[in-house]
C-alpha cells in the first residue's frame, strides 16, 4: 500500500506544478478537463485513484502529452 501512495503523491505534485505554471486555479483546470474541481484537489492531495480516461482529461486541459504527466 505504501508504494501505491507514493505513486499517488508524485503524480499529484506533478499535476500540482503543472497546473501552476499555468497560472490556473483547480476550479480552471477542472473546466478545461471537464472534471469537478474538488476532484482536482483530491488528486492533487493523493486522495483519488485515478482513472485513465480523467488522466487523459487532465493532459488535455494542461495542454500536455499524457507521459508529461508522468515525468517526476
Known amino acids: 500500500m505504501k508504494n501505491q ?3 499517488l503523491l508524485l503524480f499529484g ?3 500540482s506544478k503543472l497546473r501552476k ?11 478545461k478537463s471537464d ?3 474538488t476532484y482536482i484537489g483530491m488528486i492533487e492531495r493523493a486522495e483519488r485513484n485515478i482513472t ?3 488522466i487523459e482529461k487532465l ?3 494542461l495542454e500536455v502529452s ?3 504527466l508522468f515525468r517526476f
Open 35 to 37: 472534471l469537478h474541481r
Open 5 to 7: 501512495k507514493n505513486i
Open 21 to 31: 505554471e499555468r497560472s490556473l486555479s483547480q476550479e480552471a483546470l477542472a473546466q
Open 59 to 61: 493532459a488535455k486541459g
Open 52 to 54: 485513465l480516461t480523467n
Open 66 to 68: 499524457i507521459d508529461e
Open 13 to 15: 505534485n506533478n499535476i
